[in-house]
């Protein structure tokens, strides 16, 4: 039978794996990225319940389990994050899009890509478009988001190990 922890690393192995799933989907589907991201989210945070679930009573737990948002804000946010998604809307991600001639323009909500305004001069053939979703709440919005999302899964890896070290 597996241990708690060990169902919790299970638990970010496939977080990682819809994270990569996410990354593929976002230059092709935004609404899959968006499902994927929003996935990605709630099956990190089951990291943490494994950990809380198996650890919650042993001498230290709580003190340990306060500072861990103190020492990993993306703790806190995306867990807020995940009660949202499963209480009270959709994944909150704005895009944009990059052309390869460095042209930017904003994606609607739906996915689809308003041209660029005004047109670059003179017009260049646009043979690939990359796309980039950010956060929508402020403070959380200056880097993409699937990076926001990496850097919380490599904090959730640092709780497991520092759980696995004290408990």
């Keep these: 039978m597996a241990t708690a922890h060990q169902l919790a690393r299970g638990r970010l192995e496939q977080a990682v794996t819809l994270h990569r799933l996410a990354t593929d989907a976002l230059q092709y589907d935004w609404e ?10 709630v099956m990190g945070r089951s990291v943490l319940h494994f950990i809380q679930r198996h650890d919650g009573r042993k001498p230290g737990f709580k003190a340990w389990w306060t500072s861990l948002e103190g020492r990993y804000p993306t703790l806190k946010f995306f867990r807020d994050e995940r009660d949202a998604l499963l209480k009270e809307r959709f994944f909150a991600v704005h895009g944009q899009g990059y052309a390869d001639t460095g042209t930017r323009f904003v994606l609607k909500a739906e996915g689809e890509e308003l041209p660029p305004s005004p047109p ?13 979703a950010f956060l929508d709440e402020s403070g959380w919005d200056d880097k993409p988001a699937l990076d926001y999302i990496a850097d919380y899964l490599m904090d959730l890896e640092s709780v497991i190990v520092e759980a696995e070290t004290s408990f």
């Design 32 to 41: 899959g990225f968006k499902a994927l991201a929003a996935a990605t989210i």
């Design 120 to 132: 670059p001069t003179p017009v260049h053939f646009v043979a690939e478009v990359r796309r980039q």
